[in-house]
């Protein structure tokens, strides 16, 4: 078969750029290729390229990379929608329709003539896109189209159904919750930074003498990479002019703060004013419908709408959760066309390559040894174990030693510091590779998934199962799939910091519960057993269509 894989990331970032996501489906793209097929990868929305002029960027084109372990890789250039999803969050009609996106993408696909368009995101593309890729032509009658579900991007333009990052999102209100959820970046300054050009074009910039020079080409790449991972890590102090005050002659200058000049005291982890914040409140897997809305749709509700319909026209649907299934369902896309399938993991090949990790080489201790990988951010709940651990009582503490591997861990770092005395140990790093896994997790009693919303179907988990590690994780989105509690690992409630603190003190107090449940570990899916699966799927649609 001849098969395009889609996704805005590129093909040689990986994991790198795109996370778990990019990697899985490169992942795919090879497999495919060495069970025959032929594949090409296609990218859009992150390469810009600016005229002589340097005013207007040139026409929206597919460009041909070079070849990558069998893989064809091509790249639209300037595409009129920008990924990553949130740099394109100002302009959500701009993910509706796209036409000379859309144009290109026709053009290019009847040069190619695939059988099978695999839409891995439409990130850097646009709803019109998918009826792009079946548009026939004498002699070929275009792709069958197949949509992966590993995110909430066509429901939520900033990708996680979370409001204002800090709450799941229930009501969008017809897409009036979305309006002030994230401030977003300019997109049209941000393609012509990409193209290296001034971020404000000539024609709109003041006229002063006074106006910033234009930066060259490359320079301007290397501020803007450096100015990215300056506020990916710790961002910068903003300095104030000094203020007069007043001088300090005498004790009474230097007297104790009246009640009223005291600030508040800040709650602490356990108080009954936490347990009140929206931010702690419990979260299940219920998936009921949006609310109704009485208010005219905005554009972002209009954005839903069209990427609900999108979705609807794709040939196959996949969930990669019993979760998403049930999600997207309830949001408004046919069961019909909906199909669930987990994805395979390429860490079982791997960690077959290191038989220390094995059940049979694991001793009951008395200190437990946690892990914990990933990203940092407030999704995927490192912050939330942190405050877990402070509602633990010294004893407890003193049995668990943690480690972490976690990309930018930087803006947690002194926090994370401030339980060094009080573990039994503790292992900090920041980026890892995925080669890396296995030698990271050898001795690892127990791995932490603690996701506080809905993880569509977090790769993490596959890579602690496959090394033979349990699982601590949240019962939340795809995770309750793959982690069956007291078999393979333990689940706590949702975003319950309280009910994760009971499950650590329990692990602490009884280790050998761990090796029971390694014992009851199954490798997940491999990505060769996985890939034999979706080329079925592959030819279930071309029969169907044909029929």
């Not at 910033?212 to 102090?237: C, E, G, N």
């Not at 709408?305 to 998403?324: E, I």
Request: glycine share 8%.
């Amino acid at each position: 078969m001849r098969i395009v894989l889609v996704n805005w990331a590129r093909f040689a970032d990986g994991a790198r750029a795109g996370g778990g996501v990019n990697g899985y489906a490169r992942d795919l793209a090879l497999e495919l290729v060495a069970r025959g097929h032929e594949v090409a990868w296609l990218s859009s929305g992150l390469s810009y390229v600016g005229d002589a002029a340097l005013e207007v960027s040139r026409a929206c084109e597919v460009r041909r990379l070079p070849d990558d372990q069998g893989v064809q890789v091509y790249d639209i250039v300037n595409s009129p929608v920008l990924a990553p999803g949130i740099f394109q969050f100002r302009e959500p009609m701009g993910e509706i329709s796209a036409p000379t996106l859309e144009a290109e993408l026709t053009r290019f696909l009847r040069i190619w003539r695939p059988e099978i368009v695999h839409f891995h995101n439409i990130e850097g593309f646009s709803c019109g896109c998918i009826d792009a890729a079946k548009v026939s032509e004498p002699g070929w009658p275009g792709a069958a189209v197949l949509f992966s579900l590993h995110n909430y991007h066509t429901l939520c333009p900033q990708v996680y159904l979370m409001h204002k990052g800090a709450t799941p999102c229930f009501d969008f209100d017809n897409g009036h919750a979305c309006e002030g959820c994230m401030t977003g970046h300019d997109p049209v300054a941000e393609r012509r930074v990409r193209a290296g050009l001034d971020p404000v074009a000539p024609s709109i910039r003041s006229e002063s003498p006074a106006r910033a020079p234009i930066v060259p080409a490359a320079f301007a790449r290397v501020a803007r990479m450096a100015r990215r991972a300056v506020k990916a890590s710790i961002p910068l102090p903003i300095i104030e002019p000094p203020m007069p005050g007043r001088g300090v002659r005498g004790h009474e200058d230097a007297a104790a703060a009246t009640p009223s000049e005291r600030p508040a005291p800040a709650p602490s982890p356990w108080s009954e004013e936490h347990l009140t914040q929206p931010t702690w409140r419990p979260l299940d897997n219920r998936c009921d419908p949006p609310p109704s809305s009485a208010r005219v749709m905005s554009p972002y509700g209009v954005r839903r709408r069209a990427m609900v319909d999108m979705l609807s026209r794709c040939d196959r649907v996949l969930a990669v959760s019993s979760f998403v299934r049930r999600k997207f369902e309830s949001m408004g896309v046919p069961a019909s066309v909906l199909r669930e399938m987990p994805i395979g993991s390429r860490m079982v090949d791997r960690a077959a390559r290191h038989p220390w990790l094995g059940p049979a080489m694991r001793d009951v201790r008395p200190v437990v040894r946690l892990g914990f990988m990933g990203y940092n951010n407030a999704y995927k709940g490192l912050p939330m174990l942190l405050d877990s651990l402070d509602l633990l009582v010294p004893e407890t503490l003193s049995r668990l030693d943690l480690s972490i591997w976690a990309k930018d861990i930087e803006p947690d770092l002194a926090r994370v510091e401030s339980f060094r005395r009080r573990l039994a140990g503790l292992q900090v790093r920041g980026g890892y590779a995925h080669e890396e896994v296995p030698g990271m997790l050898a001795g690892i009693d127990a791995g932490l998934v603690p996701s506080i919303w809905w993880d569509n179907g977090p790769q993490t988990v596959m890579e602690f199962l496959a090394c033979g590690v349990p699982v601590i994780g949240a019962a939340l989105g795809g995770i309750v799939d793959l982690v069956h509690h007291e078999v393979n690992g333990l689940l706590f409630r949702g975003n319950d910091r309280f009910d994760l603190a009971r499950t650590l003190a329990r692990v602490a107090a009884d280790p050998a519960m761990l090796a029971r449940l390694r014992d009851g570990i199954r490798p997940p899916q491999t990505m060769a057993a996985h890939a034999a699966a979706m080329e079925a799927e592959y030819r279930a649609m071309l029969a169907a269509r044909a029929s």
